[in-house]
């Protein structure tokens, strides 16, 4: 899969999302709400990837890897996890535990149990920390031969689209659920699994 291709793929997902998402209703507790609206802040993350990816705009899309997963991590945390008290403190004050600890408290949960958001922190987490802030994965991409210029692999870009793509639709599952909509979820995974099955 070439970058432009990721690009249309993720505009599409984009847009499809959008259909199937907006003016979903949630219920009016502060956990519905909070958890909804970082949830939505991942999928916007995803569109702002998608848009700058394809104005050839490579580093500020990378920098924000990172911020949708973490606000993909923090809906669900927020959804499944968190106390009365620490929902509290986060729409007060905007407190929450580290991610390592939201983490921990999620795969507690049975559908979170397979440890997957750990694995990708694992194996990705320097790398994002690199690109969102300045490190050196993200400078050493603009030095060429010549001068100051982009210099990103494709198959990086085309991974940034794809994994931003892929955790958008973990947040659309994670919203079907707060909305306690079975149907919008269930076509929601099938998509997420079909997407999956197309990524090269």
């Known amino acids: 899969m070439t970058p432009a291709q990721a690009i249309d793929r993720g505009f599409a997902l984009v847009n499809w999302l959008a259909q199937e998402l907006n003016a979903l209703p949630f219920l009016s507790s502060p956990r519905s709400q909070l958890a909804a ?8 993350h995803h569109a702002g990837v998608i848009v700058l990816l394809e104005r050839d705009l490579h580093a500020p899309a ?7 997963y973490e606000a993909y991590v923090r809906g669900v945390w927020l959804a499944n996890c968190a106390s009365d008290g620490e929902i ?15 983490l921990a408290s999620l795969e507690l949960v049975e559908a979170f149990s397979d440890g997957q958001l750990s694995r990708i922190k694992a194996e990705s987490w320097s790398a994002m920390c690199s690109f969102t802030h300045t490190g050196i994965l993200q400078v050493e991409r603009l030095l060429t031969e010549t001068g100051i210029e982009q210099n990103f692999p494709p198959e990086e ?5 794809n994994f931003t793509g892929a955790i958008a639709l973990m947040s659309g599952i994670g919203m079907a659920a707060l909305a306690e909509n079975g149907l919008l979820g269930t076509t929601l995974l099938e998509k997420a699994r079909q997407y999956a ?3 090269t």
């Open 62 to 68: 990378m920098a924000l890897v990172r911020p949708q």
């Open 197 to 199: 099955q197309h990524e």
């Open 88 to 102: 509290r403190r986060f729409g007060e004050k905007g407190d929450a535990p580290p991610i390592a600890a939201q």
């Open 37 to 44: 609206a970082c949830l939505s802040i991942a999928q916007d």
């Open 157 to 161: 870009l085309v991974q940034a689209a």
